[in-house]
């Protein structure tokens, strides 16, 4: 393990993380190492939306970058997501890579014609002469506090798409190496953060610290081994799954977790894999029921091999299927908490 890791603040100087002789970066520095590096590789990478340059973001991920690179390759936009998106997809037409972000992905709808219709299908209605490399970035799915127009999960929309890339990571690892690798890609890349997260720390590998470090798009990771119950989730929710199977892990219920880490292309060889060793299945998203990304996954196991390994119905655990509500204690029972993983868990396996 090395000694350190390095991120920028807004001076521009290095700062250390480490406890207890590990290395740890918060999911907020992890993405804004990202863009730095590629930024300093690449010239025709540039970031653009509301408040990134000189108040460093508004979750300060894009903090310092200003300051280093300048108005050419940091800019400001004015309020306008259709606006700035659109020059964002011709600017990727014209070769460059932009970094386009949302200050949350609430915000995209006013745009989503640009990401859908210009981004999305390009490629495929120029029979491949024109790529679109392109990242469409910021916070998706429920904060706290901040009501029904500001809390929806995003991930089943544009997962739904094709010709869209749709990435949600979960730790400090995840966020660098798919942002390096959404970057790199030639298709239009959905990175779908979560503001939660941001300032939660994580240890960070040796590997993961050097400038060359990515993880390709379209591979989930295993968090967890497990033989009774395969979990498979992402973002956040990730964090609760790993609770909850701790929790179970004291009744004797080993549950195997699966990091989905990308919505589109799905690794559903991975998910079956699991599948056939713990014959078991729960989905766990904060997103909407209907047409989620837990009922395309559903459906994918029933229409593949791993269908006739499962002992019981796989069972989903979402979002509640209303508009958010504002206040806080029907806000945490719109959303689900780690008692209701393990309530499905232990339905699933009759126990």
């Not at 990202?34 to 990478?45: K, P, S, Y």
């Not at 200050?103 to 995209?108: K, L």
């Not at 490399?133 to 910021?138: A, E, K, L, S």
């Not at 030639?186 to 040796?206: A, I, K, R, T």
Request: proline share 5%.
């Amino acid at each position: 393990m090395a000694a350190s890791v390095r991120c920028f603040l807004r001076s521009g100087k290095v700062r250390h993380y480490s406890l207890n002789g590990y290395c740890y970066m918060m999911v907020r520095d992890a993405l804004n190492q990202a863009m730095d590096e590629e930024l300093e590789r690449d010239e025709r990478v540039f970031l653009l939306g509301e408040e990134v340059a000189q108040y460093d973001g508004a979750y300060k991920v894009s903090r310092g970058l200003w300051k280093k690179y300048g108005d050419k390759r940091i800019m400001d936009t004015p309020i306008t997501e259709m606006g700035f998106t659109g020059i964002a997809v011709g600017a990727a037409m014209a070769g460059l890579r932009p970094i386009c972000e949302f200050m949350t992905f609430n915000f995209s709808m006013q745009a989503i014609d640009q990401v859908i219709n210009s981004a999305a299908k390009t490629y495929y209605m120029s029979a491949g002469r024109q790529s679109v490399p392109i990242v469409f970035r910021g916070p998706n799915g429920a904060s706290a506090g901040v009501g029904a127009q500001h809390s929806q999960c995003f991930a089943a929309w544009y997962a739904s798409c094709p010709g869209l890339k749709v990435v949600s990571p979960w730790s400090a690892e995840d966020a660098k190496g798919l942002l390096k690798s959404a970057i790199r890609d030639d298709n239009p890349v959905v990175f779908l953060e979560n503001e939660l997260m941001y300032g939660v720390p994580f240890e960070m590998s040796e590997e993961s610290q050097s400038k060359d470090f990515t993880i390709p798009i379209g591979k989930a990771k295993v968090e967890r081994q497990g033989t009774h119950v395969t979990l498979a989730t992402h973002s956040r929710y990730v964090s609760f799954c790993l609770d909850a199977a701790a929790v179970l892990a004291k009744e004797g219920i080993e549950c195997e977790v699966i990091n989905l880490r990308t919505i589109r292309p799905l690794d559903v060889e991975c998910i079956e894999t699991s599948v056939m060793k713990t014959n078991h299945l729960v989905t766990v998203e904060g997103g909407w029921p209907q047409f989620g990304v837990g009922a395309e996954i559903c459906a994918r196991i029933m229409e593949g091999p791993a269908f006739n390994y499962l002992d019981a119905p796989a069972t989903r655990v979402t979002g509640v299927d209303i508009p958010m509500p504002y206040a806080k204690i029907l806000e945490d029972n719109s959303l689900p908490q780690i008692k209701d993983i393990i309530f499905s868990i232990k339905k699933t396996l009759n126990v």
